[in-house]
């Protein structure tokens, strides 16, 4: 029995380690290699980076440098499309953890994003070329590179933004003189094109009089054209790939714009052609070893259920809530898919006001999300009196449930680390990624634990004792639980992006931010619902599952999230 519950366990682990070393290969190609490195920055900040080192390259050999930064609530691996490829050109790369975000010290947005200590330290490093390094930055990254670029005029020779933009709100006004030899890479579907530009439609980012008081005409600039000259630090250019905000980091158009224009301004790169990219295949080992970290946990689960330790778990068969899916069961459905994307913005707002950032709650967007959700956990739970079907008692054992909750998290959690350790690299694809929490995160955690633990008991107790069926296959089982907390992120995701493609906004123009943010809620209210469905159903108690979610989503939040207050 025990070597049949092992097997689900033995996939998820070969999974990962499939992902892990195809991600390895991928990041390391033709004798990269990579550092996870912690260095000073200004006023005494700690910084975090990923310092990309190509072969060959020696304090007698130098290199051209590229100081390539992520945006808000992302992280330094973000930004691996970009730093891959110009590591495969032969660029000295380092990866920045801004302030605040990732393995970088709190609070977000101090010491000019963390920008000037970046480029000081890239600068003294004695395998650069200090006379050809180059910026990149995405959306907020761009803001980190542009403080880099005020704190120190002389020590970068070119630019890129990517969705990002000079002025305000927290950058230096651009002229046709400053910052020197800059590319403006801003999508035609940019969200956030209001805020970056001033115009309502990213297509429209050429007649923007703040681009154009840059480019140093009175005219629409011309995508493709290189205005000022590059030898004397005025060229300035703009392309338009035909993608997101987001969708910046997994674009080869966008990507290979940087590499255009970092090969004409810098010197001593390989004359690599940009449409040369392997990255995307480092995306999909990190997707694959993601998918195994599911599987991972989902087995890990099932082989402690099959210990003596938590036998008196199994197997506690319960009645269902419905015979058959009728007009209540429906309604109950509606509302438990479509209540948290109608209350979304709504709720958002509410907690930004409620909760800003402080000592006990730093994390201004997890206190967000961790207010939406309970509000929503507690609609379910009140929509539930109304709606009863059948009595359901699926409680189960709490003390069990929350020790094989923790053995179940923490034996993922250790896999996670030894493929960091082992293979730099994390749980990902695109704006969904899984990374060791640092220590001032863990503590974090630990509060918001609380509020998420509330909203998956009351949450997954709605979810599998008001829309249970009776004789209900098991897929139809999983897919009914994946439809019932996924299904309203996948119309509200679909709707606002269809909105953007033909109208040129999001239908909530003011809002970018948060909808951007939803696009992780849908892959993950899938996780969610496939690991409560697989424990429930082994167990006949919403416990289990409503724990292990918690403690994996928790950590899953705050490992992402920017922090905003200063915690030691």
Not at 138 to 150: D, K, P, Q, R
Not at 178 to 184: C, F, G, I, K, T
């Amino acid at each position: 029995m025990l070597n049949k519950n092992l097997r689900l366990f033995h996939l998820g682990w070969v999974i990962i380690l499939i992902g892990a070393l195809l991600a390895h290969f991928i990041q390391t190609s033709g004798g990269i290699s990579i550092r996870d490195i912690r260095f000073n920055g200004n006023n005494g900040q700690v910084l975090s980076g990923l310092l990309y080192v190509p072969p060959g390259v020696t304090a007698e050999s130098k290199a051209p440098a590229i100081l390539a930064v992520h945006g808000y609530i992302n992280s330094r691996e973000t930004q691996s499309g970009f730093a891959i490829e110009y590591a495969r050109r032969g660029y000295v790369v380092l990866a920045l953890d801004q302030s605040g975000h990732g393995y970088s010290d709190g609070p977000a947005f101090a010491n000019g994003f963390g920008g000037p200590g970046a480029l000081a330290y890239l600068r003294g490093l004695d395998i650069v070329d200090t006379d050809n390094i180059g910026l990149e930055g995405h959306s907020m990254g761009g803001w980190t590179v542009l403080a880099a670029a005020a704190t120190m005029p002389d020590a970068y020779k070119s630019l890129v933004l990517e969705g990002s933009s000079t002025g305000a709100p927290f950058a230096m006004e651009g002229t046709p003189e400053w910052p020197r030899n800059l590319a403006v890479v801003f999508s035609k579907y940019d969200e956030f094109s209001q805020l970056m530009w001033n115009v309502d439609r990213a297509q429209d980012v050429a007649d923007s009089p703040k681009l154009q008081a840059v480019f140093g005409t009175d005219q629409a600039v011309v995508p493709g054209e290189v205005y000022g000259a590059i030898a004397q630090g005025t060229a300035r250019i703009l392309h338009m790939p035909n993608t997101t905000h987001p969708g910046d980091h997994i674009s080869p158009e966008a990507i290979g714009y940087s590499i255009d224009w970092f090969a004409e301004t810098l010197e001593g790169a390989e004359p690599l052609p940009s449409s040369d990219q392997i990255w995307l295949w480092k995306e999909i080992g990190t997707l694959i070893a993601l998918v195994g970290f599911v599987v991972l946990l989902a087995g890990t689960f099932q082989a402690l259920l099959g210990t003596q330790a938590f036998a008196h778990l199994r197997n506690n068969p319960v009645k269902a809530a419905h015979s058959e899916r009728g007009a209540k069961w429906w309604l109950g459905f509606a509302i438990s898919a479509f209540a948290p994307v109608l209350t979304y913005y709504l709720f958002f707002g509410w907690g930004e006001q409620l909760f800003p950032a402080s000592a006990l709650l730093p994390q201004t967007i997890t206190s967000q999300i961790a207010f939406w959700a309970v509000l929503n956990g507690l609609i379910v739970f009140l929509v539930g009196f109304v709606l009863r079907g059948e009595r359901v008692d699926a409680r189960g054992n709490i003390l069990g449930s929350i020790l094989i909750a923790l053995a179940t998290v923490g034996i993922g959690y250790l896999f996670v680390l030894a493929v960091d350790f082992l293979f730099k690299i994390d749980f990902r694809f695109w704006v969904v990624a899984l990374k060791p929490l640092s220590l001032v995160q863990a503590k974090i955690a630990l509060v918001y634990l609380v509020p998420f633990t509330l909203f998956f008991v009351l949450a997954l107790r709605g979810l599998h004792t008001g829309l249970s069926v009776a004789g209900d296959s098991r897929l139809k089982q999983y897919l009914s639980n994946i439809g019932a907390l996924a299904l309203g992120f996948l119309v509200f995701l679909a709707f606002q992006y269809g909105w953007l493609l033909f109208a040129g906004h999001l239908f909530s123009i003011e809002e970018p931010l948060n909808t951007v943010i939803a696009i992780q809620f849908l892959p993950l209210m899938t996780i969610i619902a496939f690991l409560s469905t697989f424990t429930y159903r082994r167990t006949g108690s919403y416990l289990p599952g409503a724990f292990i979610n918690a403690l994996f989503v928790t950590w899953y939040i705050v490992a992402g999230q920017a922090t905003q207050f200063p915690v030691s």
